[in-house]
């Protein structure tokens, strides 16, 4: 059974600091994602990592995937009041169509 | 383009009532889901469809049922709800199995 844990679920952060959102897996896949959440609202697709090594960065945020330690990162760098919102991994069940979402990770950036 | 579309937004229920959840997807998305998303537990799947006329049970599929007879609406229904199912309720597509899912704006349901 895939497991998918994000740590931490919640975060508070002061603006213009960094950090890293981890996303860890349980067994082989090779398809994560990304998703934001703002409260209230749906989810909107961040990032699609398909392969290990995989590096993909947008803005402010960036995250990798390394399918061996089945573990995925998400970087936030010089942290703005704008990121606050909920984080979500996501993984593929590897030869099928099942997607596991993680927990969330709550994060606010105070001004 | 409208993205991903859900009928109703909001629901109020008894116990033992019926009621039938609409998704509507303009993208011409061969895969699209349903998943219900309680506090601190993240989304989780109940039912997805690879295809027009397909449908396969998800993480926790059971008091759902779910239609797929045009590609381009994916029905949740409950036959009987019940207060477990009080939730929010979201629908996605995605192109295919290597792609990103796109939600719709979510259900609200609340069974009493």
């Known amino acids: 059974e895939l497991k998918v844990e994000q740590n931490p679920l919640f975060l508070s952060m002061q603006e213009g600091k960094n950090y890293t959102i981890y996303c860890n897996y349980s067994t082989t896949s090779d398809r994560l994602y990304w998703y934001r959440q703002d409260p209230g609202k749906s989810l909107e697709s961040l990032f699609v990592?398909?392969?290990?090594?995989a590096v993909k960065q947008e803005g402010r945020l960036m995250a990798s995937l390394d399918t061996k330690a089945r573990l995925s990162t998400l970087h936030i760098t010089a942290a703005v009041h704008d990121l606050s919102a909920t984080y979500f991994c996501?993984?593929?069940?590897?030869?099928?169509?099942?997607?596991?979402f993680g927990a969330g990770t709550r994060l606010f950036v105070k001004a | 383009n409208a993205g991903v579309t859900q009928t109703p937004k909001f629901r109020v229920l008894k116990t033992g009532q019926s009621m039938t959840l609409l998704c509507a997807q303009d993208m011409n998305h061969e895969y699209m889901y349903w998943y219900r998303q309680d506090p601190g537990m993240g989304l989780r799947l109940i039912h997805y469809?690879?295809?027009?006329?397909?449908?396969a049970k998800g993480e926790v599929p059971d008091g759902y049922n779910v239609s797929r007879l045009k590609k381009q609406n994916f029905l949740l229904g409950l036959e009987s709800a019940a207060p477990s199912q009080t939730s929010v309720y979201f629908c996605a597509s995605s192109r295919d199995a290597y792609n990103e899912q796109f939600f719709g704006p979510g259900t609200r349901l609340t069974v009493l």
């Open positions: 996501a993984v593929d069940m590897s030869g099928g169509f099942k997607t596991i």
């Open positions: 990592l398909l392969s290990n090594g």
């Open positions: 469809s690879v295809g027009e006329g397909t449908t």
